[in-house]
């Protein structure tokens, strides 16, 4: 299960940091990612990172979004500084995890949390 949290309505130049944290059986927890969908748009990828501490971001977030994640609490955080109009969107987790020893990798995506950003 995972449960997202820590979206809101934000002026543009705000921050907002969103967590999504992972429960139940995990045995593993391997990348970790948020993405992003705007109204009439795809969802697309905003930034991941690794069981390593390896990240990745788009483009169009690079230098104001950090992902960072704590190991110890399955969570991961998405930290969203001057933020943009164009950032308005739902955003969603999703975590790699494996349930238990005797289990394949699974992608489990969180419910989505709104971002409101007004200009």
């Known amino acids: 299960q995972l449960q997202a949290s820590g979206g809101g309505l934000v002026q543009a130049g705000g921050s907002l940091r969103l967590s999504c944290a992972a429960s139940?059986?995990?045995?593993?927890?391997?990348?970790m990612a948020w993405y992003r969908q705007a109204p009439g748009k795809s969802r697309e990828a905003v930034a991941d990172?690794?069981?390593?501490?390896?990240?990745n971001y788009a483009d169009s977030v690079k230098g104001r979004f950090t992902i960072s994640r704590d190991n110890a609490k399955n969570t991961v955080y998405l930290q969203m500084n001057s933020l943009k109009p164009e950032d308005t969107a739902v955003y969603y987790c999703?975590?790699?995890?494996?349930?238990?020893?005797?289990?394949?990798?699974?992608?489990?995506w969180g419910r989505g949390t709104q971002v409101t950003v007004s200009s």
């Open positions: 139940g059986s995990i045995f593993g927890l391997h990348v």
């Open positions: 999703k975590v790699r995890l494996r349930p238990s020893s005797s289990d394949p990798w699974y992608d489990y």
């Open positions: 990172i690794t069981s390593y501490g390896t990240t």
